[in-house]
């Protein structure tokens, strides 16, 4: 099972990268991640606490398994152990012709616990376009206040 979506953002590449991988600033902004800590670098762990609309939240270890400045950003968590509940999360960033930024956040679920949590992953996809819509105001303002 798969959730996408995306968003066109108003500030660059750049700009949005440094928002996207700031995890520590999660709680100031994110309404999906509510919180985060730890380092985007491949192979590492960090600490995330999801909150999809409607459901509790859960926090979760995921490992980065790219990241990539010219915008990819990619982890991958389990809930207990790999193969019950498997979430591979990804973020592609890509500049448009007006020095913007087009989005794309999606999740790639697989393990025997899926189907029990149909309902949660499509909150999910609200939650996805509440951390699109906030990233993109945190980014654009931060560009505003930068230029």
């Known amino acids: 099972m798969q959730i996408s ?11 949005v990268w440094e928002v996207l991988t700031d995890l520590d600033a999660y709680e100031q902004w994110n309404p999906f991640i509510i919180s985060a800590s730890g ?6 762990k960090f600490t995330a606490r999801f909150k999809p609309p409607g459901s ?20 991958l968590g389990h809930a207990v152990v790999p193969g019950l509940f498997d979430g591979a999360h ?9 020095g913007g930024t087009h ?31 906030a990233l993109a ?5 931060e560009e505003s206040d930068v230029a």
């Open 137 to 141: 105001a945190r980014a654009t303002r």
């Open 56 to 75: 509790r939240a859960i926090t979760m270890h995921p490992r980065v398994t790219a990241v990539d400045v010219d915008g990819r950003l990619a982890w």
């Open 90 to 98: 990804e973020f592609i960033l890509e500049p448009t012709a007006d």
């Open 5 to 15: 979506e995306s968003i066109t953002i108003d500030a660059s590449v750049g700009r």
């Open 103 to 133: 989005l794309t956040q999606s999740e790639t679920f697989g393990g025997v616990l899926v189907p029990l949590f149909k309902g949660t992953i499509e909150r999910s996809r609200e939650g996805f376009r509440q951390f699109n819509a």
């Open 39 to 44: 380092t985007p670098a491949v192979g590492q």
